[in-house]
């Protein structure tokens, strides 16, 4: 009899491994299908429906990101020889400023690029490249010339800009 029960108690426990084991199999594509909806909106700690809307948009492992029209605000002030609010006084940039500006300022790459390109895309700032003849360091020292094909290219994305706001008058 001792033989009997040596062989039944194996497979008790042969049959108590398989059944842990059945379960997850049949859950695993959900929980797949859960961590890669989770993995896409790049939070992993709390499941879906917990979870409110800010969370979804911003990942944890994001910083706060600093609005852009605050990053231009903040180089209004910390250059003010460079950059200015009032569309009179904006004064044409010197190509790769960026490079000046992160040596002496902390600003995370993308966000100053960003800035830079709503600053130097307005229509202010465009007129300015037609209105001067040069371009202008970070401390306000007129450092290079602005070429005549550089005043073609600005004349004509102005007069697109205009195009398309007279565009806009007319559907309305």
Known sequence: MSTANST???????LRRREPDAAPKTEEPKQKAEKQTQKKKGSTTKPKKEQ??????QPESSKKRTPLKAIIRE???????CFTSDPALIKPLRMNIHVDILKRAEFRRRSLWAALGIYTSSPHYLEAILRETHRIDID?????????KNKQIVAMRLAQMKEGKQDDTKET
């Open 140 to 148: 306000g020292n007129p450092i290079e010339e602005i070429s005549e």
């Open 75 to 81: 180089l209004i002030a910390l250059f003010p020889n």
């Open 52 to 57: 409110t809307k800010t969370e979804q948009k």
């Open 8 to 14: 039944s108690k194996p497979q008790i426990v042969a």
